[in-house]
């Protein structure tokens, strides 16, 4: 696959201060966290490494990267290769993918309170999802399901 023209760090880059400057008052610490470390990766910044053939012994010298979760750079790999082990656990069936939010003014509460705040956000979406598909105008079934908590300081 070609080298795209631009890069998510090239637009940080360009419009990152801009963008940080207008958001001060939703972008939290996690946000920034996240951009400076999209910003660093494979660049001198964060070291490098030399790469090496043990057939031929080419060399080649390459950055280090930053492995934060949201990056694209360096979770391409990871990223598709979860999506096919994933693939190949389905059932022949119809799926439904449901996500359930907290209000942004929720998270500092969260951050300090994660047990209580995100076991009641998991016990309210599986209530949810059991009482609207039991309901005969939806679906009347008893339904299967799990769930996945992301949150931005995993």
């Given at each position: 696959?070609?080298?795209?023209?631009?890069?998510?760090?090239?637009?940080?880059?360009?419009?990152?201060?801009?963008?940080?400057?207008?958001?001060?008052?939703?972008?939290?610490?996690?946000?920034?966290?996240?951009?400076?470390?999209?910003?660093?990766?494979?660049t001198v910044l964060l070291g490098g490494h030399v790469d090496a053939c043990s057939s031929c012994g080419y060399q080649a010298i390459s950055y280090n990267?930053?492995?934060?979760?949201?990056?694209?750079?360096?979770?391409?790999?990871?990223?598709?290769?979860?999506?096919?082990?994933?693939?190949?656990?389905?059932?022949?069936?119809?799926?439904?993918?449901?996500?359930?939010?907290?209000?942004?003014?929720?998270?500092?509460?969260?951050?300090?309170?994660?047990?209580?705040?995100?076991?009641?956000?998991?016990?309210?979406?599986?209530?949810?999802?059991?009482?609207?598909?039991?309901?005969?105008?939806?679906?009347?079934?008893?339904?299967?399901?799990?769930?996945?908590?992301h949150t931005w300081n995993q």
């Open positions: 696959m070609p080298r795209p023209t631009f890069e998510l760090a090239d637009i940080i880059r360009v419009a990152g201060p801009a963008f940080m400057d207008a958001s001060r008052g939703w972008l939290t610490w996690l946000h920034v966290k996240v951009l400076r470390a999209i910003l660093r990766c494979r990267s930053c492995r934060n979760r949201h990056c694209p750079r360096c979770q391409t790999q990871a990223r598709e290769q979860w999506i096919a082990a994933r693939t190949r656990d389905l059932l022949p069936v119809r799926y439904a993918h449901v996500v359930f939010t907290m209000h942004h003014g929720l998270v500092p509460l969260a951050l300090h309170n994660k047990r209580e705040i995100y076991g009641l956000l998991l016990r309210a979406s599986a209530e949810t999802l059991l009482q609207v598909a039991r309901d005969p105008r939806h679906l009347g079934a008893e339904i299967g399901f799990f769930s996945i908590l």
